[in-house]
Every structure is written in C-alpha cells, then in structure tokens.
Nanobody, 119 residues
Framework: QVLLVESGGGLVQAGGSLRLTCVAS????????MGWFRQAPGKEREFVAR????????SYADSVKGRFTISKDNAKNTVYLQMNSLKPEDTAVYYC????????????WGQGTQVTVSS
C-alpha cells in the first residue's frame, strides 16, 4: 500500500502561484506513474496532470496547459505541481494519485489539499 500526503494548498489571489507537494511512502516500488486530480464543489473529480516515474513523459488537462507544471524527485519519492497564473476556476481540493501497475491506472490516493483562488 502506498501512502500519499499532500501539502501546499491555501488561499491565493487570481494570477498568483502555489506549489503543491505530494510525498509517497510505504510500498513505493514499483511505481509507474503519479499524478494530480482535483474536485470542485458540486463537480466530479477531474484529471489535472500526470508524470511517468522516469519523468520523461507528462500530460496535462487542456484547462491547465501552459500554467501548471508537474515534476518529481525520485530520491525523495515526491511529486510537485507548480501552479501559476491561477484562476478562480482552479479552486478545488487537489488530490495526489499513484499508479503501481504497468497499466498506469491510479490505485492510491491522498487525502487532498484545498486550493482557493479569490478574484
């Protein structure tokens, strides 16, 4: 079982930046992918970004391309989400996720961290 703990959420004005951090512990090997999802009030959870364990492949939701950057530090079992040019519509609970099988399916989830962007 992989334990994921997120941090870095908070309140920021529109146009500002935040960096989310997710630390993985427990059964972290093998790990094939890690990612970020978000859920706004009254909406379904949606994909934000993902990165391969090697770090050579990333993908993003269209809504965050050019503004968010996902990165990782394998030595620290940590994945980051740098969020720039934040918009009020980015307000949500952000969840870290990990995939421990070659299919890339996310099977472990963190508890979430709140991001609130004021206009």
């Amino acid at each position: 079982q992989v334990l994921l703990v997120e941090s870095g959420g908070g309140l920021v004005q529109a146009g500002g930046s935040l960096r989310l951090t997710c630390v993985a512990s427990g059964r972290t090997f093998p790990m094939y992918t890690m990612g970020w999802f978000r859920q706004a009030p009254g909406k379904e959870r949606e994909f934000v970004a993902r990165i391969s364990w090697s770090g050579d492949r990333t993908s993003y939701a269209d809504s965050v391309k050019g503004r968010f950057t996902i990165s990782k530090d394998n030595a620290k079992n940590t994945v980051y989400l740098q969020m720039n040019s934040l918009k009020p519509e980015d307000t949500a609970v952000y969840y870290c996720a990990a995939g421990t099988t070659p299919t890339g399916t996310f099977s472990s989830w963190g508890q979430g961290t709140q991001v609130t962007v004021s206009s």
